[in-house]
């Protein structure tokens, strides 16, 4: 089992920057491919970005390609998620994952998430 707890999230306006880290615990963090959705109140849940186990490899959202950045420190057994450019309809709840396979579905983890939201 891994547990990852997300923090970062909070208030910020638009146009400004924050930082989403996911603390991993449990089996080895570095084992796994990482990701991180985001779902908004009354939408689905969609994919944000996702990152390989040796952080190589990167694939982003359309929506957010250009202003959030995806990366992972296997030493500190931490992922983060560097979100700037924030617009308000990036509000929302953001969950981390963590998963063998490298694929925007399927994810074996989560976390239980970090709201994040942008006011105009």
């Known amino acids: 089992q891994v547990q990852l707890v997300e923090s970062g999230g909070g208030l910020v306006q638009a146009g400004g920057s924050l930082r989403l880290s996911c603390l991993a615990s449990?089996?080895?963090?570095?084992?796994?491919?990482m990701g991180w959705f985001r779902q908004a109140p009354g939408k689905e849940r969609e994919f944000v970005a996702r990152i390989t186990w040796n952080g190589y490899s990167t694939d982003y959202a359309d929506s957010v390609k250009g202003r959030f950045t995806i990366s992972r420190d296997n030493a500190k057994n931490t992922g983060y998620l560097q979100m700037n450019s924030l617009e308000p309809v990036d509000t929302a709840g953001y969950y981390c994952t963590a998963g063998g396979a490298w694929s925007r579905n399927g994810w074996d983890y989560w976390g239980k998430g970090t709201l994040v939201t942008v006011s105009s």
């Open positions: 449990g089996r080895t963090f570095s084992r796994y491919h």
